[in-house]
């Protein structure tokens, strides 16, 4: 089976938005949080800090892909500077506020408030959540201030991850014209909304 290394050129338009999904690509799920980090039930709706903490990215893990239902598939992975480049695009190019479900429907009253990656896995705060993840891995901390969001899809358990929605390139890749008209498309949006 195909193995795929992606890159993000400076050219590619790399993370715009993060979906919450029922199966993650990258096979973790993310956490939510009431004020008691160590208990992770929900209790009392009134005290809940209404954070999903959880991985985006996994450096060198390989994240199976078909396009289409006759493809066999392949995996792509991503190595840690590639993973560190679209974090900080990320935040660079204000998508932070850009959610999704299930890839579909576009969420408002959602927004990243915090994004980091993994310097040292024993001592990184994403320990204390209960994840075990290699050096290299972008956590996020997501608010969720939308009322059917939280209470339809986090707290019934429906959502369990985060899976990315994004452009990058195939390593050594030749150009890609239907994803050149989509990357100038979304930068002039990106251009129009300043």
């Not at 400076?10 to 096979?27: E, R, T, Y």
């Amino acid at each position: 089976m195909t193995i795929k290394e992606m890159e993000l050129d400076d050219d590619d338009l790399g993370v715009f938005a993060l979906s919450i999904v029922d199966v993650p690509a990258i096979k973790e799920n993310f956490i939510h949080l009431r004020d008691e980090p160590k208990r992770f039930e929900l209790a009392k709706v009134d005290d809940e800090k209404r954070l999903l903490i959880g991985p985006a990215l996994i450096p060198n893990k390989p994240i199976f892909r078909r396009d289409n239902e006759e493809d066999e598939g392949y995996y792509i992975y991503f190595k840690p500077s590639v993973i560190e480049k679209a974090a900080h695009n990320f935040i660079r190019k204000s998508m932070h506020l850009n959610h999704t479900l299930m890839h579909e429907e576009k969420l408002e009253g959602m927004s990243v408030v915090e994004t980091w990656l993994i310097e040292d896995p024993e001592r990184d705060k994403s320990t204390a959540y209960g994840f075990n993840l290699p050096k290299g891995t972008w956590m996020l901390s997501v608010h969720v201030d939308n009322e059917k969001v939280w209470n339809e899809q986090v707290k019934s358990g429906k959502v369990k991850g985060f899976s990315i929605e994004a452009y990058f390139s195939e390593k050594n890749a030749k150009p890609d014209p239907v994803k050149d008209a989509m990357r100038q498309l979304c930068d002039s949006i990106e251009k129009a909304a300043l």
